[in-house]
């Protein structure tokens, strides 16, 4: 579960997050919608310890992102596409993010699987669209 508790966030004199509050439930598929400038990215990097709020809280499964002990065990996240290294193949972007973490490498064929990436898994990723 997925808590966003009161978030406020301010960058200067721009107010990026104005007391933001919301659940997002266990295995719910959810969409975070909103206009250009919203805060939705800002409310995914503070929830990923990529960024600081001013005021209130972003929880998974009521901890903050930095005090998850093995933080890719019960979080993954891909807020830029362009963080994936573009001469890697999909396969092996995920193979090294499961070998530094002690996952299977079962797990990236079965993540390829459920995504529909299979077929492509050999191809780097550079040439994928953003989408
Ligand atoms: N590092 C930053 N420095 C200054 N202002 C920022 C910074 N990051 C975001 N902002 C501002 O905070 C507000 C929220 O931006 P954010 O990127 O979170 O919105 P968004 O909902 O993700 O927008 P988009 O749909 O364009 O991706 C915007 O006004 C943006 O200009
Ligand atoms: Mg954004």
Do not use: C, W
């Amino acid at each position: 579960m997925i808590e966003i508790r009161n978030l406020s966030k301010r960058f200067g004199s721009r107010l990026a997050l104005d007391d933001v509050s919301f659940v997002v439930e266990a295995g719910r598929v959810t969409a975070f919608l909103g206009p250009n400038g919203a805060g939705k990215t800002t409310t995914m990097r503070v929830l990923l310890g990529l960024d600081f709020a001013d005021s209130g809280q972003a929880l998974i499964d009521g901890r903050r992102f930095v005090d998850l002990e093995a933080p890719i065990l019960s979080v993954g996240a891909l807020l830029d596409a362009r963080h994936a290294h573009p001469g890697r193949s999909a396969f092996a972007h995920l193979r090294a993010l499961a070998l530094t973490h002690g996952l299977p490498q079962s797990r990236v064929e079965d993540v390829l699987y459920d995504v529909g990436l299979s077929e492509v898994a050999g191809k780097r990723v550079g040439g994928f669209s953003l989408g």
